[in-house]
Nanobody
Framework: VQLQASGGGLVQPGGSLRLSCTTS????????ISWFRQAPDKERERVSG????????YYADSVKGRFTISIDNAKNTVYLQMNSLKPEDTAVYYC?????????????????WGQGTQVTVSS
């Protein structure tokens, strides 16, 4: 199983980025895919998740109304559209997979992780 995160970069405040998490060897229907982020000297934070089983989504309060998660089963890819980016969104973003009946709130419970992609929001 592999997860490949991509799409990070440098963007000005108010700008947008779309992250992609391309999976292989994984049946998305049986998993929840989440995006976590970790800034320097901060704990890893779950920002969004989507169930491949029923499409249920989760957003942290800090990103609600700005970020949108979606899934393309044909491409085995989960996207995170990030709009109205703020400097506090700066972090390394990781995608991770957990079986649908797992505790998706706990990063320690996730089975597979991508390598991370850097997002920097700065003028």
């Amino acid at each position: 199983v592999q997860l490949q995160a991509s799409g990070g970069g440098l963007v000005q405040p108010g700008g947008s980025l779309r992250l992609s998490c391309t999976t292989s060897g994984l049946t998305l229907d049986d998993n929840i895919i989440s995006w976590f982020r970790q800034a320097p000297d901060k704990e890893r934070e779950r920002v969004s998740g989507i169930s491949g089983t029923d499409g249920t989504t989760y957003y942290a309060d800090s990103v609600k109304g700005r970020f949108t998660i979606s899934i393309d089963n044909a491409k085995n890819t989960v996207y995170l559209q990030m709009n109205s980016l703020k400097p506090e969104d700066t972090a390394v973003y990781y995608c991770a997979a957990i079986e649908s009946d797992g505790d998706d709130e706990d990063p320690l419970e996730y089975d597979y992780w991508g390598q991370g992609t850097q997002v920097t929001v700065s003028s």
